[in-house]
């Protein structure tokens, strides 16, 4: 039994990546990918659910076509309140190439999300002109 509980639960996340993958279609188009990681407890579903802009291996740094905040701000914020009717949102981050983070937790998401350059307000500019590595969306489902 623990096999097809296993199985239910996977193919309920699978179903989440894909609505997730629906409601950004043009950036999957453009070759972002989706990635949902779920840790199971007794009583909640943690999932991150991960975003990252496409990436050539095959290609030298100065070729790639890099993204930044402004290219996915708009489709981010629409996911964000999408999601936020069947789970709730403990983090989003943000992680620039150059290795520097943007968070906000669940308490400060409605303050932050549509205006998150004005988190650290000394380096305004940096999250606009920086290269986008990923977007994590942590999310918390009661069982």
Not at 27 to 35: E, M, R, S, Y
Not at 96 to 104: I, R, S
Not at 135 to 142: D, Q
């Amino acid at each position: 039994m623990k096999y097809i509980k296993y199985f239910k639960e996977s193919s309920e996340y699978n179903e989440l990546k894909e609505q997730v993958e629906l409601y950004i279609v043009d950036l999957i188009d453009k070759g972002f990918q989706v990635f949902c990681e779920v840790d199971h407890n007794k009583t909640y579903d943690y999932i991150d659910l991960t975003i990252r802009p496409p990436y050539d291996n095959f290609k030298p740094w100065d070729e790639q076509e890099f993204y930044y905040w402004n290219d996915v701000k708009d489709n981010i914020i629409v996911l964000t309140k999408l999601l936020r009717s069947e789970y709730v949102i403990s983090m989003v981050s943000i992680q620039l190439a150059d290795g520097a983070p943007y968070m906000v937790d669940e308490e400060n998401l409605d303050k932050y999300l549509e205006n998150m350059e004005s988190i650290y307000t000394d380096d305004i500019e940096h999250l606009v002109d920086c290269e986008l590595c990923s977007i994590t969306l942590s999310l918390v489902k009661n069982k």
